[in-house]
């Protein structure tokens, strides 16, 4: 049981750059989220998904896009990479009887 | 504005020691709460959670206690180990317990000395 699965685990981006990062899900939970965290910071939700299809902003969505074609893969994607986007990203799925599991981030630095 | 605060950064502990590990929220309407640890290079893992309907829960050698008339929970580990060595992130949730869009504290680094 792989849980959340996120790639890549570490990426070095050039201002301008883009990218996607990917999650994937195997628990058939509908809830997933992508979070991040800057140092000294806690969680910040970037955008969340309640099920295929439905995607939502949080907290901090500027600079980010995300698609829920599927139940199992919600994708991340930075378009202009932005020295503020450097950060620790992680995705998380969650159901009302298991909880929240969390992948084990990747860590972006743009310079 | 923080609606979850953690307001010590670090704490050290001796090995077989009580650790209390504090959490003030300002949102009234939170009515979950929970405690996650974070080892390095991994994700955060689900620890303890707590319904606003309790004022306690127990798992082990970790409690949590809530406070709803001061906005304040606090997790208790006793008796702490070199393995609880972590950062703990409070959080919190306004969906009942459905576990859904939580809003984190900025997390307290938990050292445990032998």
């Known amino acids: 049981n792989a849980g959340v699965t996120q790639t890549p685990k570490f990426r070095i981006l050039k201002i301008g750059q883009s990218m996607t990062l990917q999650c994937t899900q195997d628990m058939n939970h509908n809830y997933m989220y992508w979070y991040r965290q800057d140092p000294g910071m806690g969680l910040k939700l970037i955008y969340y998904s309640v099920g295929a299809g439905i995607t939502d902003k949080g907290e901090v969505p500027n600079g980010y896009n995300v698609s829920r074609s599927t139940t199992e893969d919600f994708p991340l994607r930075l378009e202009l990479a932005a020295p503020s986007q450097t950060s620790v990203y992680f995705c998380?799925?969650?159901?009302?009887?298991?909880?929240?599991?969390f992948g084990s981030g990747t860590r972006l630095t743009v310079v | 504005d923080q609606q979850v605060k953690q307001n010590s950064p670090s704490l050290s502990v001796q090995e077989g020691r009580i650790s209390i590990l504090n959490c003030d929220y300002t949102?009234?309407?939170?009515?979950?709460f929970l405690w996650y640890k974070k080892y390095p290079a991994e994700g955060p893992t689900f620890l303890i959670s707590i319904s606003s309907i309790k004022d306690k829960n127990e798992d082990g050698r970790f409690t949590v206690f809530l406070n709803k008339s001061a906005k304040h929970l606090s997790l208790h580990i006793v008796p702490s180990q070199p393995g609880d060595s972590a950062v703990y992130f409070c959080a919190a949730s306004l969906s009942g317990g459905s576990n859904y869009k939580l809003t984190f504290g900025k997390g307290t680094l938990l050292t445990v000395n032998p």
């Open positions: 998380a799925s969650s159901s009302p009887t298991d909880g929240y599991t």
């Open positions: 949102n009234s309407m939170f009515d979950y």
